[in-house]
């Protein structure tokens, strides 16, 4: 689906603040709220918007230690087999396929290091798993949960900090 400059300016509202009102979105792009709302359901329906969510952080869960380990696999492992293992485990909070020598790489939270190394002798012991480089997170710099650009997606965003 294309999207228009309306439908962009709608994304960056909600990308910044998922609670803001259709209200508060049509006033500041010159929609009504029904106008809005129609709009954003074609977005879900369209599958631009997957669900909403709240945002957790996860040291507030007790689970302060990042990491993301470079996992070397056996042979030819299929995605999918090495999607079906990380599954199980908790820690696991996402996985990718990559380009370079490693076969994925997967980002992990735990409790402390003691539990992030259970969990990696855990995965290290999986049957197609050959090796794992690992690099623990000091502090996060930067994180996006969608690109935007300065002014938004196409379009103004809503000031930082601004609540519907």
């Known amino acids: 689906m294309r999207l228009d400059d309306v439908d962009q300016q709608i994304v960056a509202w909600l990308s910044r603040d998922a609670r803001s009102s259709y209200r508060t979105i049509g006033a500041s792009i010159g929609l009504s709220a029904p106008a809005v709302k129609r709009r954003v359901d074609r977005l879900l329906d369209t599958g631009v918007i997957e669900r909403f969510s709240a945002v957790i952080d996860p040291r ?25 293992v990380l599954s199980r485990y908790p820690e696991v909070v996402g996985a990718y396929t990559i380009t370079g020598d490693p076969d994925a790489l997967v980002h992990m939270r735990a409790s402390d290091t003691a539990h992030l190394e259970s969990t990696l002798e855990r995965i290290r012991s999986e049957p197609f798993v050959v090796r794992t480089r690992s690099v623990i997170v000091l502090s996060k710099l930067l994180e996006r949960t969608f690109p935007t650009t300065e002014d938004g997606v196409g379009g103004s965003a809503p000031p930082a900090g601004t609540k519907a």
Do not use: D, K, Q, Y
């Not at 507030?60 to 079906?84: D, K, N, Q, Y």
């Open 60 to 84: 507030a869960l007790g689970w302060s230690t990042e990491c993301f380990v470079e996992l070397f696999c056996e042979g030819r492992t299929p995605p999918g087999v090495i999607a079906t």
